[in-house]
């Protein structure tokens, strides 16, 4: 799959569609950019744009919409119920395929250092990418707003941005870039006109006051409707999902004689939230994502290109190449470990038989089904970071200053060959570990595939494992080289020991 990288900038015009189109133009101006998706709300005043991209596209499409939001745009005049700073207010990326969060961090300063330079409006890192820990949340680096940052921007130091003047732009005033991780902005309706009741209840709910972990939640009054509006970001919707704040949101209302009228979701949400939701308010019972028409069409498609992958991948092995090697082999082992814990699962779930071990086997599922999904990804991540070994040594090295920079890229990319199989062999042990659950609890005429998936789990840790051992020698810092070859040598020890374990066990029930 391609690099690709979800940049979704907030521009402070919700009001005029015309001028929207404008930005949205110089965005799409770039080749090899796709739009998803564009949101405006008029009380908000503010406009929420989506689209993907390869990484440096991405960067070029994200400063051609800066650059014409400056110039359509005068946050002088600027009016709207939302937190704003600047006509691009905040411009997060998000990686999605082949791109790590390193990697979008690096596109965040590289836009970050052009905005500033070219375009003489400060910019603030912030989430994953900020330079400091008071940058990290966005209403830290937004606070008193666009008035207030006016004031205090090159007179307090602790406001001096990232890039960029020590002073306000008037009319682009300033931008918040960074990374982060998909979210889900989520917004419900109250039905009444009270601002005061929807901050209450935002208080209550949000991280910083004491709520929900991974939501940030606001209160607004929606005069077009009438109604007042408790406004979220939920950071992290697998460990704060929609159901839970909506019936927080729900109990906190009723202490106010208020009822929740609806709610929306701004922009695009993933798949998993929203099954998520359907699974807690119908109480499904061993319902999987595969019975999803949609997901179903799509993994029938996928099998089809598989079937030509795996073929492909094989013969990539046996070829003369290097890479893929035993690093890519031991991760894709892991990969079927965690599949036939998975399969034990299912055929166990919904079971008469097995009722009492359904919540275990349903959380058991859940993580052999993440795992093996994060395992098939370091197939391809162990070949790539060989390949960046390979590439360092082939730098130049003709002057001093070349063969320090070579011997710099030979160690960074030298510890991480180390890294990718030691996180293929922490994974792997995990996968063991869910294996041995699979067969202590599952399906009794399975239970020779839940061993199976520990041994290919094993497998996959003691080849992971002479990965690392091979990369050792290269590395010259000898408290990393040191902290690998321990947390290898763990992982080792416990993966034969956990094996082991589901191996005598299995024997006893076949």
Known sequence: ??????????????????????????????????????????DHNRAVVTYVGEPQAAVEAAFRGIKKASEVLDMSTHEGEHPRMGATDVCPFVPISEVTKQDCIELAKQLGERVGNELDIPVYLYELAASRPERVNLADVRKGQYEGMCEE????????????????????????????????????????????????????????????????????????????????????????????????????ANRYGVNVTSSEVVGLVPNDALVAVSDFYLKLENFSKDQILEEKLKKSMEAQSTSRGLTGFVESVASSSPAPGGGSVSACAGTLAAALTAMVCRLTI??????????????TLKKADALKDKLYRFIQEDADAFDAVMASRKMPKDTDDQ??????????????????????????????????????????????????????????????????MINLPGIDDEFERKRIQDDAERIRKKAESVAQTVYDLVLLKV
């Not at 690709?4 to 101006?29: H, K, M, Q, T």
């Not at 996968?431 to 599952?442: K, P």
């Open 1 to 42: 799959m391609a690099k690709l990288v979800e940049v979704i900038p907030n521009f402070s015009e919700g009001r005029r569609p015309e001028v929207l189109d404008e930005i949205i133009g110089a965005i799409l101006s770039v080749d090899c950019v796709v739009l998803l998706d564009k949101e405006m709300d008029a």
């Open 153 to 252: 921007i090159g007179k307090n130091p602790d406001r001096d941005p990232d890039y960029g003047p020590a002073k306000m732009n008037v009319k682009a005033g300033a931008t918040a870039i960074g990374v982060r991780l998909p979210l889900v902005a989520y917004n419900v309706y109250l039905d009444t006109p009270y601002v005061s009741i929807a901050k209450k209840i935002a208080k209550a709910i949000r991280s910083r006051s004491g709520g929900y972990m991974y939501c940030k939640a606001l209160g607004f009054e929606i005069k077009e409707r009438n109604q007042a509006q408790v406004s979220m970001n939920l950071v992290n919707y697998k460990k704060t999902p929609i159901f839970r704040v909506f019936e927080s949101i729900k109990s906190e």
């Open 350 to 363: 919904g079971k008469k038989k097995y009722k009492d071990v359904q919540d275990t086997m349903s959380d």
């Open 403 to 468: 063969k320090a920079a070579r011997l710099a890229a030979i160690q960074k990319a030298t510890i991480v060959a180390a890294e990718v199989p030691l996180k293929v062999m922490e994974a792997s042990l995990e996968a063991i570990r869910l294996a041995h659950i699979a067969a202590e609890n599952g399906n009794v005429n399975s239970v020779s595939d839940a061993g199976c998936a520990a041994l290919n789990g094993r497998a996959a840790v003691l080849g992971a494992y002479l990965n690392v």
